[in-house]
């Protein structure tokens, strides 16, 4: 997770994200910052992966997000913040939390987005963020 004025990138700065809340643009920000990510279409709208593996955020529309911390990490969110959390299920398989962007507290958000790309990119690429 980002913390005040640590960087993300080592010598790259993280993108400044105003204000207590995230609104897209800044959640769009914010996935595209880390090492690597590519951003693609999928359902016609944003969808974020790390050097070509699976997503780790799909859906980004203008009231929520689907991420991929795992499975284990998304019960853990959706039952720790149920207000903003919710599972999201492909068939018989728990495959994301959708998290409600506008409602959640920012730091949960980046928490959220780290755990997915890190569950999904490379490690050598993991490593590269200053947490």
């Not at 499975?71 to 999201?88: K, W």
């Not at 999904?120 to 690429?125: D, E, G």
Request: net charge negative.
């Amino acid at each position: 997770m980002v913390r005040g004025d640590e960087d993300l990138l080592g010598a790259a700065r993280a993108p400044a994200i105003l204000g207590a809340d995230m609104d897209r643009a800044s959640l769009h920000q914010l996935l595209s910052s880390f090492p690597e990510v590519e951003e693609y279409v999928h359902g016609g709208l944003p969808a974020f992966r790390a050097k070509g593996r699976s997503s780790f955020a799909t859906m980004l529309d203008d009231e929520g997000v689907n991420l991929f911390p795992g499975e284990e990490g998304i019960l853990a969110f959706t039952q720790a913040h149920p207000d903003v959390c919710a599972e999201r299920w492909w068939g018989k398989r728990l495959a994301a939390v959708r998290v409600d962007y506008r409602n959640a507290p920012r730091d949960l958000i980046e928490e959220i987005v780290f755990e997915s790309y890190a569950a999904r990119a490379p490690k050598r690429l993991v490593d590269r963020i200053a947490r």
